[in-house]
């Protein structure tokens, strides 16, 4: 405060009245007022104006995008495999992560940290670059292409590029930092002496590592899902680049209606569906976090 | 025995954390591990409790090697500095935990889990959650949660240090009473010597992974078997002494304070040699002395109520004594004034160098 205080005395500002001890019960309102305008103005807003576009059709307020949706078992379809997308995804990156996260959590070694920045450092790329190389790697003559056809999984011709499988495996691969940050922080905070605490009382290490550390990792657990989930069914790269036409989602089609067919209440109408659904998985997150406030890990 | 450890040893890399430590306990002693931090008494229990793999050495515990044994067959009580209690579990939940990893039947568990919660007075709080509770109440749930498995060893890692000063006396000769009524044996950590001194049958005192001296609070306090122990428990004023003559396992010193006559044995004290001498602070005599006749002159008196601590400056050399006295009996004794200070020769520990 005293370093910003010359700035605030300088003449022409009003800022000597900032520091009058009338005015400091205003400081946390003052302070978090810039993020407010910003996030009112630029999220907020035009979440309200898009919510306004999809119930207009020509020149009046109207269901009729939110009919065409719901009357159309194409966009059922396309809702599904968005979903499915978030939940493939969602539990992918989670058994992926969950062992990751403990090792380096857990790790005692000095290597601990260089491994940590190296697990995040995709991070670092572009989701379009990252999905780019996975194309390049899934088109007929890629080499995962070609190891699935050596595998004898798939017969040629055959190729990951535009299908759900190539989005979802490229997804897992750009999302798994995210899943594998959140959980380290959370097996940070538990106590190590906690699983000790169980082994000496007879628990063989797995069941102490379930009785103990993933219980009480449950809410971060829940943190990571949910952010996984919701950016998987509302991220546009990846499945624009790696699926296609041919791997619509939600994101994808939302794209198609506003650029390609310039119907931007539609588009509207399905921006909002796929809102609602991320709004209400997070207000069930918020319910169950409540519900186990009691058993919540002590930091 | 109960216990035997020996020649138990663990080197990470080039660093020794413990170094060929053996104890036998008996059934029902408890065994301090004391030393500042650093000096393997954590790594020595955590290899005891089996999360540490010893590089070297055997536990035993009522005849059964356990020392390639993982922490969940080895039937140890564990209490942790921190309490370590399940936060997600409730204080009747924690105590029951190993009982149930022990397939304890309901009934029986119940049973031992409400007996455990009287013992350690911890009534009405059973359906507490850990965060609700006080430190010392804390306290008693770990200990309960280890004590109710019927453990074949008690280990506690630094169990009072989370409690604050009133607390601790009366905590650690609870869980003493509790210790001998049960008849357990047990080891514990701590780097506090009053605490060790108070609840300990015996005291290893640790330095640089290796044991210094094990031996009753009174034996380590009045005959330490080097300088580390001395210095480390208690006070103690070391004085720089010369072998002035030796007669068979007699010999006469000369140092700072006079001339003493002390019983010895070894090579270390022929006539000529340098020798350390300490002696404790309540065993120096203090008497006030006319300005040119005295030793030294008093640099600070420290009044605590009960004892004072008086440092006297020598007027050889700047060394300084710390001399305890009585905190009623400070008569004629002030800041400045010249002292004379005497020693008795059984109230003196020698030291080779």
Same mark, same amino acid.
């Given at each position: 405060?005293?370093?910003?205080?010359?700035?605030?005395?300088?003449?022409?500002?009003?800022?000597?009245?900032?520091?009058?001890?009338?005015?400091?019960?205003?400081?946390?309102?003052?302070?978090?007022?810039?993020?407010?305008?910003?996030?009112?103005?630029?999220?907020?807003?035009?979440?309200?104006?898009?919510?306004?576009?999809?119930?207009?059709?020509?020149?009046?307020?109207?269901?009729?995008?939110?009919?065409?949706?719901?009357?159309?078992?194409?966009?059922?379809?396309?809702?599904?495999?968005?979903?499915?997308?978030?939940?493939?995804?969602?539990?992918?990156?989670?058994?992926?992560?969950?062992?990751?996260?403990?090792?380096?959590?857990?790790?005692?070694?000095?290597?601990?940290?260089?491994?940590?920045?190296?697990?995040?450092?995709?991070?670092?790329?572009?989701?379009?670059?990252?999905?780019?190389?996975?194309?390049?790697?899934?088109?007929?003559?890629?080499?995962?292409?070609?190891?699935?056809?050596? *595998?004898?999984?798939? /017969?040629?011709?055959?190729?990951?590029?535009? &299908?759900? =499988?190539? @989005?979802?495996? !490229?997804? #897992?691969? +750009?999302?798994?930092?995210?899943?594998?940050?959140?959980?380290?922080?959370?097996?940070?905070?538990?106590?190590?002496?906690?699983?000790?605490?169980?082994?000496?009382?007879?628990?063989?290490?797995?069941?102490?590592?379930?009785?103990?550390?993933?219980?009480?990792?449950?809410?971060?657990?829940?943190?990571?899902? *949910?952010?996984?989930? /919701?950016?998987?069914?509302?991220?546009?790269? &990846?499945? =624009?680049? @790696?699926?296609? !036409?041919? #791997?619509? +989602?939600?994101?994808?089609?939302?794209?198609?209606?506003?650029?390609?067919?310039?119907?931007?209440?539609?588009?509207?109408?399905?921006?909002?569906?796929?809102?609602?659904?991320?709004?209400?998985?997070?207000?069930?997150?918020?319910?169950?976090?409540?519900?186990?406030?009691?058993?919540?890990?002590?930091? | 025995?109960?216990?035997?450890?020996?020649?138990?040893?663990?080197?990470?890399?080039?660093?020794?954390?413990?170094?060929?430590?053996?104890?036998?306990?008996?059934?029902?002693?408890?065994?301090?591990?004391?030393?500042?931090?650093?000096?393997?008494?954590?790594?020595?229990?955590?290899?005891?409790?089996?999360?540490?793999?010893?590089?070297?050495?055997?536990?035993?515990?009522?005849?059964?090697?356990?020392?390639?044994?993982?922490?969940?067959?080895?039937?140890?009580?564990?209490?942790?500095?921190?309490?370590?209690?399940?936060?997600?579990?409730?204080?009747?939940?924690?105590?029951?935990?190993?009982?149930?990893?022990?397939?304890?039947?309901?009934?029986?568990?119940?049973?031992?889990?409400?007996?455990?919660?009287?013992?350690?007075?911890?009534?009405?709080?059973?359906?507490?959650?850990?965060?609700?509770?006080?430190?010392?109440?804390?306290?008693?749930?770990?200990?309960?949660?280890?004590?109710?498995?019927?453990?074949?060893?008690?280990?506690?890692?630094?169990?009072?240090?989370?409690?604050?000063?009133?607390?601790?006396?009366?905590?650690?000769?609870?869980?003493?009473?509790?210790?001998?009524?049960?008849?357990?044996?047990?080891?514990?950590?701590?780097?506090?010597?009053?605490?060790?001194?108070?609840?300990?049958?015996?005291?290893?005192?640790?330095?640089?992974?290796?044991?210094?001296?094990?031996?009753?609070?009174?034996?380590?306090?009045?005959?330490?078997?080097?300088?580390?122990?001395?210095?480390?428990?208690?006070?103690?004023?070391?004085?720089?002494?010369?072998?002035?003559?030796?007669?068979?396992?007699?010999?006469?010193?000369?140092?700072?304070?006079?001339?003493?006559?002390?019983?010895?044995?070894?090579?270390?004290?022929?006539?000529?040699?340098?020798?350390?001498?300490?002696?404790?602070?309540?065993?120096?005599?203090?008497?006030?002395?006319?300005?040119?006749?005295?030793?030294?002159?008093?640099?600070?008196?420290?009044?605590?109520?009960?004892?004072?601590?008086?440092?006297?400056?020598?007027?050889?050399?700047?060394?300084?004594?710390?001399?305890?006295?009585?905190?009623?009996?400070?008569?004629?004794?002030?800041?400045?004034?010249?002292?004379?200070?005497?020693?008795?020769?059984?109230?003196?520990?020698?030291?080779?160098?």
């Amino acid at each position: 405060m005293t370093a910003a205080r010359p700035v605030l005395d300088a003449p022409g500002t009003d800022g000597a009245a900032a520091s009058s001890p009338r005015l400091i019960p205003y400081v946390p309102v003052l302070l978090f007022a810039p993020c407010f305008i910003i996030y009112a103005v630029l999220f907020i807003w035009p979440q309200l104006s898009l919510l306004a576009t999809s119930f207009v059709d020509g020149n009046q307020w109207s269901v009729a995008h939110y009919q065409r949706f719901l009357g159309d078992g194409y966009y059922w379809e396309l809702l599904g495999r968005t979903l499915f997308l978030g939940v493939i995804t969602t539990v992918i990156t989670l058994v992926l992560g969950l062992p990751v996260a403990y090792l380096l959590a857990r790790m005692q070694s000095r290597w601990a940290g260089f491994l940590l920045v190296i697990t995040t450092f995709p991070l670092l790329v572009s989701a379009v670059v990252r999905s780019f190389g996975w194309m390049v790697l899934f088109f007929r003559d890629g080499l995962v292409s070609k190891l699935v056809v050596a *595998l004898g999984l798939a /017969s040629p011709p055959f190729q990951l590029m535009y &299908t759900m =499988s190539g @989005v979802v495996i !490229a997804l #897992a691969q +750009v999302l798994l930092p995210l899943m594998v940050l959140t959980l380290y922080g959370v097996f940070r905070s538990i106590d190590r002496d906690l699983e000790l605490a169980a082994m000496s009382l007879g628990a063989r290490p797995s069941l102490a590592l379930w009785l103990v550390t993933l219980r009480l990792a449950r809410g971060g657990i829940l943190a990571g899902s *949910l952010l996984v989930f /919701s950016l998987a069914i509302s991220t546009f790269a &990846t499945p =624009s680049l @790696v699926g296609g !036409a041919r #791997a619509h +989602v939600m994101s994808t089609a939302i794209y198609e209606q506003t650029i390609e067919l310039l119907n931007w209440p539609f588009a509207a109408a399905l921006s909002s569906i796929l809102l609602v659904f991320v709004l209400v998985l997070a207000l069930v997150y918020g319910r169950v976090l409540e519900g186990r406030g009691q058993t919540e890990a002590r930091p | 025995m109960e216990i035997v450890i020996e020649n138990l040893a663990k080197v990470y890399g080039n660093a020794h954390a413990v170094r060929d430590f053996s104890v036998t306990i008996a059934k029902g002693e408890m065994v301090a591990l004391l030393g500042p931090s650093g000096c393997g008494k954590t790594t020595t229990l955590r290899m005891v409790a089996g999360f540490i793999k010893p590089s070297a050495g055997r536990i035993v515990v009522r005849g059964r090697d356990l020392t390639g044994l993982p922490p969940h067959k080895r039937d140890t009580g564990l209490v942790f500095q921190n309490y370590a209690l399940f936060p997600h579990l409730t204080v009747a939940e924690n105590i029951a935990f190993g009982l149930r990893r022990r397939g304890v039947p309901a009934a029986e568990r119940d049973t031992r889990v409400a007996n455990m919660i009287a013992t350690m007075q911890l009534t009405g709080l059973a359906d507490r959650l850990p965060r609700q509770l006080s430190g010392g109440q804390q306290q008693r749930v770990a200990v309960a949660r280890a004590l109710v498995i019927n453990p074949s060893i008690l280990l506690l890692d630094e169990p009072f240090s989370n409690l604050d000063a009133k607390l601790r006396e009366s905590t650690g000769l609870e869980l003493r009473r509790i210790q001998r009524e049960l008849g357990l044996t047990s080891i514990f950590v701590t780097h506090d010597q009053n605490e060790a001194m108070a609840i300990a049958d015996r005291i290893a005192v640790m330095n640089g992974g290796a044991v210094e001296q094990i031996g009753s609070a009174v034996d380590i306090y009045e005959r330490p078997r080097t300088r580390f122990v001395a210095d480390f428990i208690g006070s103690a004023n070391f004085l720089s002494a010369t072998v002035e003559a030796r007669d068979g396992n007699v010999v006469t010193l000369r140092h700072g304070l006079g001339v003493s006559v002390l019983p010895v044995e070894g090579q270390a004290f022929d006539k000529g040699r340098s020798v350390t001498l300490m002696v404790r602070p309540e065993c120096v005599a203090i008497h006030p002395a006319a300005a040119e006749a005295g030793l030294g002159t008093i640099e600070t008196i420290s009044y605590q109520g009960s004892s004072a601590h008086i440092f006297v400056k020598l007027r050889d050399g700047d060394r300084t004594m710390l001399v305890e006295r009585h905190g009623r009996e400070l008569a004629g004794l002030e800041v400045g004034k010249t002292v004379d200070l005497n020693v008795k020769a059984q109230d003196l520990t020698l030291f080779a160098a």
